[in-house]
């Protein structure tokens, strides 16, 4: 179904069928504006910038592009084709039709999915809220502001579900959705990952590599699902993210490439001579990496978790690509884990597959992080400069499942809590890293130039050269 612009919130779902609904999503809208003003983007309000805008759902051309002001954004409600005779894919009701209402024995489980992943959505604004002040480029700047309305229409897309199928629970959820705020004392994000401030770019691209892939899994998990309408909004979903991980992919890349260029400039790979010459050396690189890996990790849950197996057993939230599997019910299937043995080594439980469901989809992440690794590594090999980079072990740093507090070294050898603190400088931004990469944070706002700790992209947005204004500051 096309999408109807001519209504107040924009939909493919038939809204105006339904007007108690439309009211109360009508009711919404404000707020959600309210909030975008007060915690979105800080000040570009009147500027034009150059963005895409949903305007189909099907593969070919449903983005359009052109400038709008951010807060004419038209955020809307935009599900992917229905799949028709859709079955579900995994667990006990494995090959039953899909649902079109939320079970009441369910609802709960779903209600907390929903919102869970749903207050990812505008906590990702809020850690973003100040970037724009420092941005390397136009091109980055541009970059930013389409994250951040994608990640606001991520937002409609959850407060969707929490008011169409949750009643006045929903509506409350809702509420709450835009009560919370990153980093709040009293009432922070739900998850550790989205109250870690993003106030600097380098940090920016790391988040959108790292934890948006975070947020890619999820969304692959949730597009399984046996409630067709969640599955249906999450593979929508699924098209905008991609961007994003592009954004993070692409801007690590440019940094490395800068940084190579100013090794060979200077004939050097010591950090300082390379900081001294404005750009990132490879090692405070590493240490950023390491930092939003890790957090991203915990993201995914405990390793053994009871919980993730009701879920799927239930048919709420399969596997990422789960027709990848041969077996979806996974009744009497094992996995294997590594878990700390309690005396500082290693030993492997077997535990039943359906309780290891968060550990597969974080496996299945990790391999996904690890192709962008290789590219880096790549230009980097390229270079002749005789350093790679690495994703630290699944053990490191955890706070959340098996090895949550467990000292590891970063290739996850368990190590004595000395030697765990007395690494940490080598292998976590220090105080002095973050105060650098903060130095470098000088805005460049003329098209087409970019700040001297970063490479231009090799392309511009839609076709369009590097120097265009995407972002008109008149
Ligand atoms: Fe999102
Ligand atoms: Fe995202």
Redesign the pocket.
């Known amino acids: 179904m096309s999408i109807n612009y001519s209504e107040r919130i924009p939909n493919n779902v038939n809204l105006a069928n339904d007007r108690t609904l439309q009211r109360a999503l009508e009711h919404w809208q404000p707020r959600f504006l309210e909030w975008w003003r007060e915690l979105g983007p800080h000040d570009f309000e009147a500027n034009d910038v150059y963005l895409r805008t949903a305007v189909g759902v099907d593969a070919q051309g449903w983005a359009s592009y052109g400038y709008v002001k951010m807060p004419d954004y038209r955020w809307g409600i935009f599900l992917a084709d229905a799949i028709p005779d859709r079955k579900i894919g995994f667990g006990d009701a494995f090959g039953q039709p899909v649902w079109q209402q939320v079970p009441g024995e369910f609802r709960s489980q779903f209600r907390r999915l929903i919102v869970t992943q749903g207050d990812t ?1 505008p906590a ?1 604004v809020e850690q973003q809220h100040l970037l724009g002040h420092t941005c390397p480029s136009l091109y980055d700047l541009r970059n930013l502001f389409q ?1 951040n309305v ?2 606001g229409r ?1 937002l409609w897309a959850m407060v969707y579900l929490l008011h169409a199928y949750f009643g006045r629970d929903g509506r409350e959820e809702a509420e709450e959705l835009l009560a919370r705020h990153s980093g709040d004392a009293d009432k922070p994000r739900i998850l550790g990952t989205f109250n870690e401030p993003i106030s600097d770019w380098l940090s920016f691209y790391m988040f ?1 590599y790292f934890t ?1 892939r975070d ?2 899994f999820q969304l692959k998990s949730l597009a399984e699902s046996s409630f067709d309408p969640l599955a249906r909004t999450c593979r929508f979903m699924l098209t ?2 991609a961007h ?2 592009f954004v993070g992919e692409t801007g690590i890349a440019r940094v490395i490439r800068r940084t190579l260029e100013v090794m060979k400039e200077l004939g050097t790979d010591n950090p300082e001579a390379i900081r001294r010459h404005g750009a990132v050396d490879l090692p405070t690189l590493q240490r950023y990496l390491n930092f939003w890996f890790t957090s991203s990790l915990d993201l995914f849950g405990s390793e053994v978790s009871s919980n993730a197996a009701t879920t799927f057993a239930n048919g709420i939230k399969g596997r990422p690509d789960e027709s990848q599997y041969e077996d979806h019910v996974c009744a009497d299937a094992t996995f294997a884990l590594d878990v700390p043995d309690g005396k500082g080594g290693v030993a492997t439980d077997t535990v039943p597959m359906r309780n290891a469901m968060n550990e597969i989809a974080r496996s299945a992440y990790v391999r996904d992080c690890e192709i962008g690794v290789k590219r880096w590594n790549m230009a980097i090999k390229r270079a002749g400069v005789d350093f790679q980079l690495a994703l630290p072990s699944t053990r490191f740093r955890r706070s959340i499942g098996a090895w949550a507090g467990v000292p590891t070294d970063p290739g996850g050898t368990p190590i004595s809590r000395e030697a765990y603190e007395r690494q940490l400088p080598a292998s976590l931004p220090s105080e002095s890293d973050r105060a650098f990469v903060r130095s470098l944070m000088q805005p460049v706002r003329e098209p087409g130039k970019m700040a001297g700790w970063i490479a231009p992209p090799d392309r511009g947005i839609n076709n369009l050269p590097v120097e265009y204004e995407y972002v008109r500051l008149g």
């Open positions: 959505e990702s994250v994608e990640e991520h959108t948006d947020g890619k905008e993210e994003h991980m």
